[in-house]
């Protein structure tokens, strides 16, 4: 399974890159003999620093001993596409993900396999360049979750998360909100008429 998860922001909020925030999780899970994965995982972190070392990480995966993982999590690709802006440079990288995650699987056998996790946060008035480097994202990775802030409620931090599967099953949406004591509760988002992010027939994209 792959797929990419986007964060959109005001413009000018933080982004997620806070001194070492750039980060490549690697999550490794003993298989059983039945195929699931069983409890004792363990997760890798890796910090490369500009886009031309994780680069060399993801071309050197295939060297790499031991288990291989059941889950690539790259968070804050932003990072990585402002360094690179263009749209072959996007595309590449994307590409490279992906195939790493494949490497993986097939190194893992049948019955298990390695996901993907691509996380960005984007502006709510990105300029075309950012838009175009989403469009290109969007063609490698189908299935996108979608977070948005929402207006919270009294004492409440909320986000409308948006999945869709990219033609595996319907769009669905949830609000997830946090409590001041760091209670989370997720509830299905309410269908409202008229609201056009609720039309499972609309198409995806960052200006949802």
């Known amino acids: 399974w792959s797929g990419i998860s986007e964060r959109r922001c ?5 982004s997620g890159k806070q001194g070492a925030g750039l980060n490549l ?3 490794w899970t003993r298989v059983g003999t039945s195929g699931t994965g069983v409890s004792d995982g363990k997760i890798r972190f890796q910090y490369p620093p500009s886009t031309r070392e994780l680069l060399h990480l993801l071309c050197s995966a295939h060297e790499a001993r031991g288990p291989a993982p059941s889950l690539l999590l790259l968070d804050g ?3 990585y596409l402002a360094e690179d802006p263009g749209l072959q440079e996007a595309a590449y990288l994307a590409a490279l993900l992906l195939d790493t995650a494949d490497h993986f699987s097939h190194r893992v056998g049948p019955g298990g396999g390695c996901g993907l996790i ?15 480097q989403l ?5 490698y990775f189908p299935a996108q ?3 948005q802030p929402d207006a919270p409620g009294p004492g409440q931090h909320r986000l409308r998360a948006s999945l869709e599967p990219g033609g595996l099953g319907p769009r669905a949406e949830w609000c997830v909100a946090f409590r001041p004591d760091g ?3 997720v509830t299905p988002w309410p269908a409202q008429a008229g609201d056009p992010s609720s ?3 609309s198409s995806s994209g960052g200006q949802r």
């Open 25 to 27: 999780g690697l999550l």
């Open 118 to 132: 691509v996380a960005l946060q984007t502006q709510e008035e990105g300029d075309s360049g950012d838009a175009l």
């Open 77 to 79: 690709l932003e990072e």
């Open 10 to 14: 005001p413009r000018g909020g933080v």
């Open 145 to 147: 979750c979608w977070l």
């Open 199 to 201: 039309d499972k027939g």
């Open 183 to 185: 209670e989370m509760t």
């Open 135 to 139: 469009s290109v994202l969007q063609r």
